[in-house]
Every structure is written in structure tokens, then in C-alpha cells.
């Protein structure tokens, strides 16, 4: 379960990567208005009450998914369709 402080982990390490260096810095490209510095460190430190729309404010400016922030890794699903037997399957999983 992601926690308001993970979330907010995620969003510092993200600001940094994004070469961002204050909370302040944040808060003003946020559009169409800008947020405090301590609106941002309410987020960061994970203490203070937001919306979810503060979070894709965030994750628009910093150029990432809100689910970055959540901690979920988009997956590539693969499909395919097999005709044979349960061990002719096997056998082939095994080949790769």
C-alpha cells in the first residue's frame, strides 16, 4: 500500500531528477496558479491534506504519470494463442 510519504518521496526524488531544485520552484510552474512552497512540502513530507488534482498538476509539470507517484510500473501485456496440447505448451515455454 503506498503511503502519503511514499508518494511524496516519489515526488521529491522526481522534482530533482526533473532538475527542479526547490519546492518554491514547483509551486510556481504550477498553471494556471501557483502553489506555495509549503503547499509543495506539505506533498513532499507527506503531512498535509491535498487533491488528487494537485498530483497531476505535479506530475504534468515534472513530465510523468501520476502512477510514478504511486509506485506502479506500466507493463507491457503480450497475448498469444496457442492450438495444441497442455505438453506441447509446456515444451514450448521451455524453448522460450
Known sequence: M???????????TLRKKAGIKTQRDLGKKLNPKPVTKGTINSVETGRGNYGINLLFKI??????????????????????????TLDELKEKIKEG
Do not use: H, M, P, W
Open 59 to 84: 506530475a504534468d509539470v515534472l513530465n510523468c504519470d501520476i502512477a510514478d507517484f504511486l509506485g506502479y510500473k506500466k507493463q507491457d501485456s503480450k497475448v498469444f494463442i496457442f492450438e495444441g
Open 2 to 12: 503506498t503511503t502519503k510519504k511514499d508518494i511524496g518521496l516519489a515526488v521529491r
